[in-house]
């Protein structure tokens, strides 16, 4: 079986590109924040 994006899904491209680019420029106080809240 294959699968295909919609294209309203296909849409969303931008939105996660954005989002991945953001992970990676705010990785480091992601990481330091998530060490800070372990207790939590």
Not at 10 to 24: C, H, M, Q
Not at 30 to 36: F, G, S, Y
């Amino acid at each position: 079986m294959e699968y295909e994006s919609t294209e309203l899904a296909r849409t969303l491209i931008p939105v996660f590109n954005a989002l991945a680019e953001w992970s990676e420029q705010h990785m480091t106080e992601v990481l330091a924040a998530r060490a800070a809240n372990q207790d939590v």
